[in-house]
């Protein structure tokens, strides 16, 4: 699976929209991009997935550019509880294993 | 509708004792995954089953690990003879099949080894 990139940490406003960038250069043609986060002693939730559309649900968009090399998931209005560690993963479909980075330490400020 | 269910929440064990950590996944699904979570560090992979198989356990430990999902009842993660390294807290996921429908996560054990 190709290898993900994300800043190590981000604060957002509340009330404001989070974007929240992800590098994947060597994304293959067949790769999905999914993201997750986990809240504290939570296990990870999952948000939102897509292959090369815009996709978007009652919880974010995903944003992902035309050549497919990067993504940004968008909370629309970000919450206190928004805060988590975010994770950006690019997986074949067909292969079952999710390979989780460091993530994106996202905090939203009052 | 429950999502996947993992039990115990907590662990104590002292070492040389085995461990049974439990999973049942969401209503529907017959695809189950084990993630392991040190302190401090992301999640790593452990073994996916489906319904009385094992389909890759690359992750798994050589020793002492096992996994299996039966017919009937939760897949259990078995960890024989702990050790203090094996203190973490593991994940179980599930979902309905392959391809790309995303996998749904319990909120895990936390395993302690005294």
């Given at each position: 699976?190709?290898?993900?990139?994300?800043?190590?940490?981000?604060?957002?406003?509340?009330?404001?929209?989070?974007?929240?960038?992800?590098?994947?250069?060597?994304?293959?043609?067949?790769?999905?991009?999914?993201?997750?986060?986990?809240?504290?002693?939570?296990?990870?939730?999952?948000?939102?997935?897509?292959?090369?559309?815009?996709?978007?649900?009652?919880?974010?968009?995903?944003?992902?550019?035309?050549?497919?090399?990067?993504?940004?998931?968008?909370?629309?209005?970000?919450?206190?509880?928004?805060?988590?560690?975010?994770?950006?993963?690019?997986?074949?479909?067909?292969?079952?294993?999710l390979a989780f980075g460091?993530?994106?330490?996202?905090?939203?400020?009052? | 509708?429950?999502?996947?269910?993992?039990?115990?929440?907590?662990?104590?064990?002292?070492?040389?004792?085995?461990?049974?950590?439990?999973?049942?996944?969401?209503?529907?699904?017959?695809?189950?995954?084990?993630?392991?979570?040190?302190?401090?560090?992301?999640?790593?992979?452990?073994?996916?089953?489906?319904?009385?198989?094992?389909?890759?356990?690359?992750?798994?430990?050589?020793?002492?690990?096992?996994?299996?999902?039966?017919?009937?009842?939760?897949?259990i993660l078995r960890i024989?003879?702990?050790?203090?390294?094996?203190?973490?807290?593991?994940?179980?996921?599930?979902?309905?099949?392959?391809?790309?429908?995303?996998?749904?996560?319990?909120?895990?054990?936390?395993?302690?080894?005294?």
């Amino acid at each position: 699976d190709a290898k993900t990139t994300q800043p190590p940490s981000m604060d957002c406003a509340e009330g404001r929209a989070a974007n929240l960038p992800c590098n994947h250069s060597t994304i293959s043609g067949n790769e999905y991009v999914y993201w997750y986060r986990q809240i504290h002693s939570q296990g990870p939730q999952y948000i939102i997935h897509g292959l090369k559309n815009n996709e978007t649900n009652e919880m974010a968009s995903l944003i992902i550019t035309e050549d497919r090399k990067s993504s940004t998931l968008i909370l629309p209005h970000a919450t206190l509880r928004d805060t988590a560690v975010y994770y950006c993963i690019v997986r074949v479909a067909g292969n079952n294993r999710l390979a989780f980075g460091k993530g994106n330490q996202v905090v939203v400020i009052p | 509708n429950a999502g996947v269910m993992q039990n115990p929440r907590h662990l104590v064990r002292r070492r040389g004792q085995e461990a049974r950590l439990r999973c049942s996944p969401m209503k529907g699904h017959s695809h189950v995954y084990w993630y392991r979570q040190l302190p401090e560090e992301g999640l790593k992979f452990m073994v996916y089953l489906q319904k009385e198989n094992i389909i890759d356990e690359s992750g798994m430990p050589k020793e002492r690990f096992s996994a299996e999902f039966p017919k009937e009842g939760p897949s259990i993660l078995r960890i024989q003879q702990v050790v203090r390294g094996d203190s973490a807290a593991y994940f179980c996921a599930s979902s309905p099949g392959e391809g790309n429908q995303p996998q749904h996560f319990g909120d895990g054990t936390r395993l302690s080894i005294l």
